[in-house]
């Protein structure tokens, strides 16, 4: 501090303004009080945990950059990341309270709400679901009518949004194999499957790195309009604490917004939370990512009625939840804010 304050005087007796030695002494003290003031402790910041839907990587730059960057800080938070593996769904670790924010699939969150768990979706990362189903360009598949009497494997949350393809191509599911596949393209390469679901961040990526020439059938381009990848709260904090869940939010969706400005250097920072990850690949996986979250509709985050509508009547069609709740119950545009 005593360095700071010496450089002001000495600041003032090179300018020449020609001042007093008593007021040299009044700004003086002044710049002491002002450098004294930086110097004492902030307000503590809140802790608070997010369990992550996958292993760290450039699918998760937005808090990756709000937190390298400062923006939760700036709202007075300190957000640990926890990350999930194939081995765990983190919604559920989130259900036994293990973390205060999560980010989860939409479908997993349905179900778990029709279970009693009174939790919300505060803001969808993935506008557009990442998922794509691939097959060899050698097998002939080329379009989800190529499906039947073929294998499929799926994983997770991947398997929704194919029924959901079939039923409304008027392709009967039973007409298929639909098996749980493995992660990684392994099983396709070995011929396990005919189609292998994956995403565009991850499957496709390793298999065009592995020189494999695929097909790519998409469940967006026949107007499956799910999500992935969505914020999520449990209600008594909505209810309770409010602005905690603005500020995450915020800074959450600022982070994206800003992250993908500069896709190069935001894939970086997913090696301060994993070293071992390849900065090629990630870079491929924010390039990926970037049309996904920032649809060039709406805004960043936001979801609408009709696409939740979506996700819980292919759910109920499928037996996999006994009755269907209404969307206002599974999410809330409340902390995106108004679309301008």
Same mark, same amino acid.
Request: with cysteine; glycine share 8%.
């Given at each position: ?15 020449? &303004? ?6 040299? #002494? ?7 009080? *002002? ?31 709000? +937190? ?8 007075? /938070?300190?957000?640990? &990341?926890?990350?999930? +593996? ?5 919604? +559920?670790?989130?259900?036994?309270? @293990? ?11 349905? *179900? #778990?709400?029709? @279970? ?8 969808? *990362? ?20 190529? &499906? ?11 398997? /929704? $949004? ?5 039923? @409304? /191509? ?17 099983? !396709?390469?070995?011929? =396990? ?23 790519? *059938? ?20 909505? =209810? ?12 959450? %969706? ?13 894939? @970086? !920072? ?26 060039? %509709? ?7 009625? +009709?696409?939740?509508?979506? %996700? ?9 939840? $006994? ?11 409340? &902390? ?5």
């Amino acid at each position: 501090m005593s360095n700071a304050i010496e450089s002001a005087s000495a600041h003032l007796t090179r300018s020449g &303004f020609g001042v007093s030695t008593r007021a040299a #002494a009044r700004i003086v003290a002044i710049a002491g009080l *002002i450098v004294l003031a930086s110097c004492r402790p902030e307000r503590p910041l809140r802790d608070v945990t997010l369990g992550l839907s996958w292993v760290h990587q450039a699918q998760f730059a937005g808090p990756y950059y709000a +937190d390298r960057h400062g923006l939760y800080a700036a709202e007075g /938070l300190r957000v640990t &990341f926890v990350p999930a +593996d194939a081995t765990r769904d983190p919604l +559920d670790e989130f259900l036994a309270g @293990k973390y205060d924010f999560v980010i989860a699939q939409p479908d997993a969150l349905i *179900i #778990a709400r029709q @279970k009693g768990h009174r939790i919300k979706a505060v803001a969808a *990362i993935y506008r557009i679901h990442p998922l794509i189903y691939m097959a060899l360009e050698s097998s002939g598949i080329r379009r989800p009518h190529d &499906f039947p009497g073929k294998t499929v494997g799926v994983a997770y949350s991947e398997k /929704l $949004p194919l029924l959901a393809m079939l039923r @409304k /191509l008027s392709i009967d599911p039973g007409e298929l194999t639909i098996v749980q596949r493995t992660h990684g393209i392994e099983g !396709l390469q070995r011929g =396990e499957y005919d189609v292998e679901a994956g995403w565009v961040t991850g499957e496709l990526i390793e298999a065009r790195k592995a020189g494999l020439a695929v097909n790519v *059938i998409a469940p967006y381009d026949y107007g499956i309009t799910f999500y992935a990848d969505v914020l999520v709260v449990r209600e008594s904090m909505i =209810e309770q604490e409010p602005e905690l869940v603005e500020k995450l939010v915020r800074a959450t %969706m600022r982070g994206w917004a800003e992250a993908l400005q500069d896709p190069a250097e935001s894939a @970086k !920072l997913s090696l301060h939370y994993d070293p071992r990850l390849d900065l090629a690949h990630e870079l491929a996986n924010l390039k990926a990512t970037a049309p996904l979250v920032h649809t060039g %509709m709406d805004r960043i985050g936001w979801m609408r009625t +009709d696409d939740w509508e979506s %996700m819980i009547q292919t759910l109920h069609e499928e037996g996999m939840i $006994p009755e269907r709740p209404r969307a206002e119950d599974v999410y809330t545009t409340r &902390f995106l804010g108004p679309l301008p």
